[in-house]
């Protein structure tokens, strides 16, 4: 039996992506007869359903839920992704990778980039994407997951997905079903709350049905029906600093093997992303209504596809920026619900999972502790401001003025805490990981660069190191990465070798 102070009803509120990640853990993680775990849906309301490309740490989730890998990749018709492409985004022309990956290894405690910085004073030296090897391995269209041999770059290979967010829901679903989540179809049009303690106690669908609950989370979208609708929690918008606010998505056929890697290119108002999968390709064009019209983005959407049109194109409109509590009384908030951030850096279903997380360490009992609410409130703030800085940085640090949108971008007001980092690195080339945050050293330095923000000199210690041994240590390295990235498969033939889908 369970103590009476335990939760033993939960509601879930919206079957998108967020709603079905959260059933699919908690029904791995609570595991009690006593405890029931409802999920309410509305078909006719549909889901935003373009959430394709993720990060890194959705390892960390389905190791927890003991997915296969290569079942989850045959059956959300995925592909691997190494990182990032961006073009156009320092200066029209120029391209460089965000990669998962680090740049060659650290010498005597420091990062690998201040030694490179030293290299270049010496004469002409390669280009420091030649010692990531997973921007080469990107690059040349390869994929290996990483091996178990303890000093070769083939053991730092970091990966994440590229899949169809319709399947991946689905795939959820039938998870969470599977261990005993209810599902209840049907459009909620009333949320009582209780007159005594402003909590949520129960919603009420068209059809009249009733469902109480203890818990409830909410996953309902950008309308936030219970945590903005009925309890008026409030919105902090962003968008001085991430102004982007409609995108159109369409997806289109495939013309070739897939990249493994997602590709960002920068247009006159925003960007446009390009996610390959294996039967076809995503493509999205973001933008700022307050310069571009909804007709002239999709034409130049269309226009930068691969491949022929399929189905219809998704205009999504958003304000970027987050609730002010992402708990409040007795409704945790996740996904769309909670806030949002443009997919630039593909963090949106990162931020679910780690939602979902921060919500199981300090899961509640009857007695809803404030402390707990407050502690899960300031985590969750952090870590969207952390995402939010290094979104505004791809904006900022540019040196575009080709139109209204970038200059207004270029000479924004930008947030202290990333003024700060900049101020940092241009004087003497050092990237922090603040706090735990998701983006690491190797993430800030990639984009720093990358964009072409140049530091006036790089870390002093890094001139200890004699000539000769600089030298050794620089050639060794990028022969060690040439040879590793001619051993790896194409991403493809490893696709079909290992996880190929049926589509
Ligand atoms: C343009 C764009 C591109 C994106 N790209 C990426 C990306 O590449 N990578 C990434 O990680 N994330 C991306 N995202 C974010 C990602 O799509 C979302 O985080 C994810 O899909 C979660 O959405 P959701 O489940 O919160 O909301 P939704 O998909 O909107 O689901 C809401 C659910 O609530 C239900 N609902 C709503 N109202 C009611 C009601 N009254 N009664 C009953 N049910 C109701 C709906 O039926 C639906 O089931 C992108 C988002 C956008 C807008």
Known sequence: MLPETNIRKILIVGGGTAGWMAAAALSRLIKHDDVDITLIESEAIGTVGVGESTIPHILYFNRLLGLTEDDFVHKTNATFKLGIKFKDWGHLGERYIHSFGPYGVPMDGLHFHHFWMRHTKTGPVPPIDDYNLQILAADAGKFQRPINLANSPLSTLTYAFQFDASLYAKFMREFAEARGVKRVEGRINDVSLNAETGHVDAVT????????????????????????????????????????????????????????????????????????????TGNGHVYCSDYMSDDEALKILQEGMDGRPIGEPKLLRFKSGMRKKTWNKNVVTLGLAAGFMEPLESTSIHLVQTGIARLLTNFPDKSFNQPDIDYYNARTRLEYEQVRDFLVLHYYVT?????????????????KSLKDRIAIYKENARVYRHDNEVFGEASWFAVMHGQGLTP??????????PDTELEQRMSDIHRTWGKCLESMPDHQAFIDANCKSDL
């Open 456 to 465: 006036k000199r790089h870390h002093p210690l890094a001139n200890m190191m």
């Open 399 to 415: 040196e575009r003025d080709d139109s209204p949108f970038w200059n207004y971008c270029r000479t924004m007001d930008i947030p």
């Open 205 to 280: 669908l068209e059809n009249g049905e009733r469902h109480e609950a203890e818990l409830f989370i909410d996953c309902s979208g950008f309308r936030g029906l219970l945590i903005e609708q009925a309890l008026k929690t409030g919105y902090e918008d962003w968008s001085d600093v991430l102004p982007c606010n409609r995108a159109v998505a369409q997806a289109c056929e495939s013309t070739g093997a897939p990249t493994p890697y997602t590709q960002a290119t920068a247009k006159s108002a925003g960007w446009q992303w390009r996610i390959p999968l294996q039967s076809r």
